[in-house]
Each structure stands twice: as C-alpha cells, then as structure tokens.
C-alpha cells in the first residue's frame, strides 16, 4: 500500500523540479549573441566589421584593426575612408579590397593608422568606416594597449606622399 503513494510522491517531486533544474527560459543569456572579445562588432552590411579596436603603444598613435567579412558572394568590396570623431584622426595607408566571400584582418596589413589627443588605452574611438558600395560603418572602438594578444600587431606606416618621393629620387 505504501508503494502507490511513494510511486505520486516521487512523479509530483519530479514534474516540480524539471522546471527548476532545466532553469534555461526565453530571453535568457544563452539566447542572445555573446561576444567574448574586446573589439566590437557591426553586423550592418555586406562587410561585416568584427573585433574593431585599436592598438595603441604610445599615447596619441595606435594602429586599427578589425577583420572584414565581405559576406557578398560575387563581388570584391573596397575599404575607401576611415573618419574619426573629434580627437582621433584615422589615416587609411591604402584602400584594402576584400575579396567575395572571404576575410581580411587589418592587424595582418596595418591598414589604418590612428593619430589625436584621444588615441590611448582605456579609452574608446568612434570611427567610420565606408566602403566603395556606400556601406557606412560606424564603431566605438575600444583603445587597448599593445601587450599580450595585441603585443603582435603591426603598426600602421603612412605611404610616403607623391611629392615627397619624387623630391628626394635623383633627376635625371
């Protein structure tokens, strides 16, 4: 006789703790998009900007680096300009092309250079990125100091400018 009653004390004990033990509902963390990283990301167009930040190794010079993820599958997309809020002052050192279908990581090319007053760790630069197709991608980047997995990343040389290599090559 007791067996019945232990039977319904154990499936009520257990239809009581299945919501409790399986605590994962709708809006919870596991739901939303985690990013475990200290760049930041802008999902926004067909170039999927990722992990945008800046490296900085000495107060008021830093180097941009985001991967670029042309999600197009046909067409090379171009990175044109780089513009900066009040205080940075982002310099492109070339337009980087990013082929269909595939990623460039600017921390392989050093691609933008990043000078101002604003431009050291802690801090964060609002940038724009606009690309040849009109995407305009803007980011609050984050400034993080070139230690540990930053300690690699190659800074961004400006090109020397048409009248200055052509000033210093011998005349004919």
Known sequence: ???PVRRRVATVALVLL???LGACGFGQQTDQVYQPAVGVNDHRGQVDVLGAAVVS???????FVASLDNKNPRKAITLVSVKGSEGIEPELVAPVKVEPGTLVNLADVGAVRVTGE???AGAFARLTLTFDTGQVSEVNAPIVARVGPYSEVKP???LPSPSASSSSSPAP
Do not use: D, K, Y
Not at 58 to 63: A, D, H, S
């Open 118 to 120: 604003g431009v050291e």
């Open 57 to 63: 190794g000495v107060t008021g010079i830093g180097t």
């Open 156 to 158: 961004a040389i400006p």
């Open 1 to 3: 006789m007791l067996r």
């Open 18 to 20: 299945v919501p409790l």
